[in-house]
């Protein structure tokens, strides 16, 4: 998992470079793009500060356990970790103008799957374990606002469920 998560703390940093550079490049151009670029580069800056504060966290869990000479737990995945409860459930949501991000995490993992532009829907077992996601596009079509209805009325009484919204859903 440090190894997962310094890889794309990296991958961040070279983003926030590339942005940086486009950020130079363009602004004698249109503003509403640099704003765009700024709420990227910010955002992306946001997630290098939570992803070092979690390697930090890792480092220290490791050095806790071997000082008290437990046995090293390997690394799970998000769903490997079933027998825990949800305990922490955390639901990240941008509009246009704030990074057009939307992203859920639970027990500390990143749900894996493709957000996209519009209400984007996350539903979890009661261990924490991703049941289903879905998204909705309704800042382009009309009739996703009716499926999206139909979906939520369609879930079971009790279900944990996480709603973001990416970039706009009208």
Excluded: W
């Amino acid at each position: 998992l440090v190894n997962a998560l310094e890889s794309r703390l990296v991958e961040k940093e070279e983003e926030i470079t590339k942005l940086r550079l486009m950020i130079e490049e363009k602004q004698t151009k249109d503003g509403d793009l640099l704003q765009e670029m700024e709420a990227k580069l910010l955002q992306n800056g946001e997630d290098i500060v939570a992803m070092k504060a979690k390697i930090k966290e890792l480092e220290m869990k490791n050095v806790e356990k071997k000082k008290t000479g437990a046995k090293r737990k390997q690394s799970k995945s998000f769903h490997e970790e079933s027998e825990e409860s949800v305990n922490e459930f955390k639901v990240h949501s941008g509009g246009f103008e704030a990074g057009k991000c939307s992203r859920f995490t639970t027990k500390g993992y990143l749900i894996p799957g493709e957000s996209k532009r519009g209400i984007n829907v996350v539903v979890l077992d009661s261990y924490g374990n991703l049941s289903h996601r879905e998204s909705f596009d309704t800042h382009k079509q009309v009739k996703e606002s009716s499926r999206f209805c139909e979906f939520i009325n369609g879930l079971q009484g009790g279900t944990v469920i996480g709603i973001a919204v990416k970039d706009d859903a009208k």
